[in-house]
Protein backbone atom coordinates (compact mmCIF):
# COMPACT_ATOMS: atom_id res chain seq x y z
CA UNK A 1 0.00 0.00 0.00
CA UNK A 2 1.30 3.28 -1.18
CA UNK A 3 1.86 6.35 1.38
CA UNK A 4 0.29 8.48 -0.53
CA UNK A 5 -3.25 5.62 -0.05
CA UNK A 6 -2.08 5.44 3.56
CA UNK A 7 -2.57 9.38 4.34
CA UNK A 8 -5.94 9.24 2.22
CA UNK A 9 -7.53 6.83 4.68
CA UNK A 10 -6.06 8.70 7.72
CA UNK A 11 -7.30 12.34 6.29
CA UNK A 12 -11.09 10.98 5.17
CA UNK A 13 -13.01 13.69 4.04
CA UNK A 14 -9.63 15.86 2.77
CA UNK A 15 -10.09 14.39 -0.53
CA UNK A 16 -12.60 16.35 -2.17
CA UNK A 17 -10.88 19.12 -0.80
CA UNK A 18 -7.43 18.78 -2.67
CA UNK A 19 -8.87 16.95 -5.83
CA UNK A 20 -7.41 13.55 -5.45
CA UNK A 21 -9.54 10.55 -5.51
CA UNK A 22 -8.80 7.25 -4.12
CA UNK A 23 -8.78 4.31 -6.08
CA UNK A 24 -12.24 3.12 -6.99
CA UNK A 25 -12.49 -1.21 -7.44
CA UNK A 26 -13.72 -2.39 -10.68
CA UNK A 27 -17.20 -3.28 -10.60
CA UNK A 28 -17.91 -7.59 -9.70
CA UNK A 29 -18.61 -8.84 -12.68
CA UNK A 30 -20.88 -11.76 -11.31
CA UNK A 31 -18.43 -14.64 -13.27
CA UNK A 32 -15.82 -15.44 -10.31
CA UNK A 33 -12.96 -13.46 -12.06
CA UNK A 34 -11.28 -11.20 -10.20
CA UNK A 35 -11.67 -7.41 -10.10
CA UNK A 36 -9.14 -5.26 -11.02
CA UNK A 37 -8.14 -1.64 -9.19
CA UNK A 38 -6.89 1.06 -11.17
CA UNK A 39 -5.16 3.35 -9.81
CA UNK A 40 -4.27 6.85 -11.56
CA UNK A 41 -1.50 8.71 -9.53
CA UNK A 42 1.23 11.42 -9.69
CA UNK A 43 4.68 10.37 -10.04
CA UNK A 44 6.37 12.95 -8.85
CA UNK A 45 4.43 13.68 -5.18
CA UNK A 46 2.36 10.12 -5.07
CA UNK A 47 -1.22 12.33 -5.17
CA UNK A 48 -3.76 10.33 -6.89
CA UNK A 49 -6.04 11.52 -9.46
CA UNK A 50 -8.74 10.73 -11.44
CA UNK A 51 -8.53 9.22 -14.87
CA UNK A 52 -8.90 12.40 -17.02
CA UNK A 53 -6.78 13.87 -15.09
CA UNK A 54 -3.80 16.16 -17.26
CA UNK A 55 -1.75 18.01 -14.01
CA UNK A 56 -1.63 16.91 -10.80
CA UNK A 57 -3.07 19.64 -8.61
CA UNK A 58 -0.92 19.52 -5.73
CA UNK A 59 2.05 19.73 -7.13
CA UNK A 60 1.45 20.94 -11.00
CA UNK A 61 2.84 17.87 -12.42
CA UNK A 62 1.95 16.81 -16.13
CA UNK A 63 3.49 13.48 -15.24
CA UNK A 64 0.69 11.07 -14.29
CA UNK A 65 0.94 7.39 -14.30
CA UNK A 66 -2.02 4.27 -14.20
CA UNK A 67 -1.24 0.83 -12.58
CA UNK A 68 -3.65 -1.89 -12.31
CA UNK A 69 -3.86 -3.75 -9.38
CA UNK A 70 -5.35 -7.12 -9.03
Given at each position: MSLSTLL???FTGSE??????SPAPAPDR?????????????????????????RCPACESEDIVTYSID
Open positions: SELSESGTEGDGARSVTVLHECRDCGTNVSADTV
